[in-house]
């Protein structure tokens, strides 16, 4: 359950206490993080069938295209297997694009939070009220 704090002393919650940062971080990005395994998994099967490498060679090649490593220690050497690597190369791009603007926005939204706290804190009613709140007693 989530922690209120009263820091006027005015009987109101004036700040939730957010989840600690494993929390916070492991709640908003595990399903993007899943969605991107397993697409990055099933595209490695597709490979796997079409250039005939084997399934773990398949996701080392999956893995190193999706994060625009590209070492070119694996050659593509199917038209098949070009066309679809096109296509898992933008898909994939795409995703980490997604999940590292999602990163991006957890973290603004770490520093709102931070920041309301302290205003909720400091703020002209507090300061006007600061010897008769409870805490300070």
């Known amino acids: 359950p989530p922690t ?3 820091i006027d ?3 109101n919650a ?3 206490v957010p989840p600690g940062p494993v929390m916070y971080y492991a709640k908003a990005l595990l399903s993007p993080l899943v969605v ?9 099967a597709v ?7 084997g399934y773990g ?3 080392y090649h999956c893995i190193v295209t999706a994060t625009t490593v590209g070492y070119g220690d694996m050659n593509i050497v199917t038209d098949a297997g070009k066309l ?9 791009v795409s995703l980490l694009a997604a999940l590292i603007s999602d ?10 939070i931070a920041s309301s706290c302290f205003v909720a804190a400091w703020s002209p009613r507090s300061l006007k009220d600061f010897g008769s709140s409870p805490y300070w007693k």
């Open 9 to 11: 002393g005015d009987g």
């Open 84 to 92: 679809f690597a096109s296509v898992h190369i933008a898909i994939s």
């Open 57 to 59: 060679l398949a996701v």
């Open 36 to 44: 991107i395994v397993i697409i990055q998994l099933v595209c490695a």
């Open 47 to 53: 490979l796997n069938g079409i250039e005939g490498w």
């Open 103 to 112: 990163v991006n926005a957890l973290l603004r939204g770490c520093r709102r």
């Open 14 to 16: 004036d700040f939730k």
């Open 4 to 6: 209120t704090i009263d």
